[in-house]
């Protein structure tokens, strides 16, 4: 619409072969696919290039009724694998990554690790170097060019939308916490454990926006209480004030967006009203909790009662919608014909150590996500039904770094 309003103005249209060529000027000028979506007769053939591919992925370029929308996530997963990661060049432990295709043996499959390396996780540098999920060719170079384009985005730029805010919101749990945080939150496993609620996180955001996200393709080649006597035993926030803040920044973006549109009704405005309300408070204690400060009756209590705390907010929400058991499938290998699944399992408990201003340190428990990522036949792509299933029956096994903090 936007390109014959400025081919014919807002006369009437008139289309012959003149106006026509100038229209095929004008939607010329506008973005290419971005992600390999699986579409048209896109096959590769030796030699084997990213330019290669990127032609074939320039060939894909049309108009979609209802297409897929451009997300971050999938278009760094198309850059990190096949031709333009190249071959594998690590050793004889086979990766989760490899896939062993008519050229030989390239990166089939990116990993949620590499998303995250993304969004700052070093441990998720770690733990692909460690595996040997970057062991390819020319990984390190298209790391970099990705590496590069994500961090000279602005603030703005990553809250151009729901989702990217998203994902933006994940980034405060994925640095290493240094002096000054509590001594549990500097160590590997919970750095393992951070990386492990992310990648939840991130797994949810893609459950929900499947039919919405565009997918990558992989192109074909030919608190427990502990009794004390003296002091009573109060709760503890896990101290990210980051991570808050910006979940209170999306969760703003979305009261005043969808209330713009006019499609929030007043119970719905109401609980975004009240988780906005909750996330200033986890801001709050949190910062507090960092500077050592002795934290108010006020502030325990709500520790206390966190869990009614939410109930506010998801009030009368459907049972289905609650379950953290659920999967997407995020990316398709078609030389292998599987996927690559992303899962969320049961709720875990965790516990640790922390310490209070007066000097005591207690034992507290909470509930942690456990994140999948497995493999699946592509003609057997999983619902959340079959998930569920497979959780019970016979579930894949959890990721190497969670091995960390799992007992």
Known sequence: MKAMDTVFGKGKRQFDKTTVEELKVKLAE?????????????????PLTPEQADECLESTGGFRFMGQRFIPDSYVFLN???????????????????????????????????????????????????????????YSVQYEKMESEFSNLSAADWNRNLYWSWLYSLQPLLKNYGKGYPTFMQTNA??????????????????????????????????????????????????????????????????????????LDTVSKARLMNLEDILSRLQNISEKELENKELTVEDYEFIKNFGEQLEGTIEDVDDKAKKTTIVADVH????????????????????????????????????????????????????????????????????????????
């Open 332 to 407: 398709t290998d078609a030389n292998t014909g599987t996927v690559l699944e992303e899962g969320v399992g049961h709720v875990h408990m965790l516990v640790v150590a922390y310490k209070l201003p007066d000097g005591r340190i207690l034992i507290g428990a909470g509930p942690v996500m456990s994140h999948y990522e497995f493999k699946q036949p592509m003609q057997d792509r999983l619902t959340d039904e079959k998930w569920r299933e497979m959780l019970e029956a016979k579930p894949p096994g959890r990721p190497e770094w969670t091995s960390t903090y799992i007992s």
């Open 190 to 263: 919970w750095q393992d454990k951070e990386l492990n609620t992310a990648l939840s996180s991130w797994t949810e955001l893609r459950h929900d926006t499947i039919l919405y996200a565009k997918q990558s393709y992989t192109m074909v080649a030919t608190g427990m209480p502990m009794s004390v006597e003296e002091k009573p035993v109060v709760g503890y926030v896990e101290p990210v004030p980051d991570f808050y803040a910006r979940l209170f920044a999306l969760t703003n973006m979305t009261n005043q967006g969808l209330d713009e549109m006019g499609v």
């Open 30 to 46: 506008y973005q290419d696919p971005k992600i390999y979506g699986g579409t048209g007769n896109c096959v590769l053939v030796p």
């Open 80 to 138: 990190m694998v096949g031709v333009y990661t190249g071959e594998y060049t690590g050793g004889i432990k086979t990766p989760f990554t490899l896939v062993i295709w008519r050229a030989g043996p390239i990166r089939g499959f990116p990993r949620g690790l590499d998303e995250m390396a993304l969004l700052g996780s070093k441990k998720a540098v770690y733990w692909l170097n460690e595996l040997n999920d970057s062991s390819y060719e020319n």
